[in-house]
């Protein structure tokens, strides 16, 4: 089994122009601020802190990577929906990211289960989707609904999310307060996609 827990901070960026040569491969992690996205990142690692919840959420328009191994990488977006300008520079940076950049291989995006058509997460997931990128939905926080409800949700989403586009959207449920709620699902996708 993969040993994410070898997962260390590399570097920020705040554009396109200062990131690490474009070799390997990359998995994106996107969400709405506060759907849990850093807390799901430093679940998957068994690190406390490695990826950072922004105390003011919005504030921040930097990309985190975060190295897993000489070739594999984790790309941490800045959440969005806080504001409407840290959203539209969050939009552009993760577009040119789609169009340019050949390591990335994947798209995870993090959505609180008790919201699923937001209309952000649906651009999203177009934006992954239309770049020929495949793209894996977290419906976070599952532990807040009980088990039928969490199970509808999953279905509402599935639909939706999949009568929307014509690609195939996979996608899970997960809890980080119940590790059981889905981490070993998760780790699947990501060894798929990293070729592990
Ligand atoms: P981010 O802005 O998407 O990075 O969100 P954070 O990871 O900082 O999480 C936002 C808040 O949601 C924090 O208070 C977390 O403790 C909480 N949270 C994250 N995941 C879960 C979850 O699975 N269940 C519950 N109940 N709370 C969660």
């Given at each position: 089994?993969?040993?994410?827990?070898?997962?260390?901070?590399?570097?920020?960026?705040k554009n396109y122009k200062f990131l690490p040569k474009d070799l390997g491969i990359e998995i994106a992690f996107l969400?709405?601020?506060?759907?849990?996205?850093?807390?799901?990142?430093?679940?998957?690692?068994q690190k406390?802190?490695?990826?950072?919840?922004?105390?003011?959420?919005?504030c921040t328009n930097l990309i985190n990577l975060f190295q897993l191994d000489k070739i594999r990488r984790i790309v941490d977006f800045p959440g969005y929906g806080f504001t409407k300008s840290s959203t539209k520079k969050l939009g552009k940076y993760f577009e040119i990211?789609?169009?340019?950049?050949?390591?990335?291989?994947?798209?995870?995006?993090?959505?609180?289960?008790?919201?699923?058509?937001?209309p952000m997460d649906i651009h999203m997931v177009k934006w992954t989707v239309s770049s020929d990128l495949p793209c894996h939905i977290i419906l976070n926080k599952s532990d807040k609904l009980n088990i039928?409800?969490?199970?509808?949700?999953?279905?509402?989403?599935?639909?939706?999310?999949?009568?929307?586009?014509?690609?195939?959207i996979t996608m899970q449920?997960?809890?980080?307060?119940?590790?059981t709620i889905g981490l070993k699902k998760l780790k699947n996708i990501l060894n798929k996609w990293y070729h592990i």
């Open positions: 089994m993969f040993n994410y827990q070898k997962a260390f901070y590399l570097t920020s960026s969400g709405r601020s506060n759907a849990g996205k850093s807390t799901i990142i430093n679940t998957l690692t406390k802190n490695l990826a950072k919840s922004s105390k003011t959420p919005g990211y789609l169009e340019k950049r050949k390591s990335l291989k994947g798209v995870i995006i993090v959505i609180d289960v008790r919201h699923i058509q937001m039928y409800t969490r199970n509808k949700m999953l279905k509402l989403a599935n639909s939706f999310y999949n009568k929307e586009n014509n690609k195939i449920l997960f809890s980080n307060k119940i590790k």
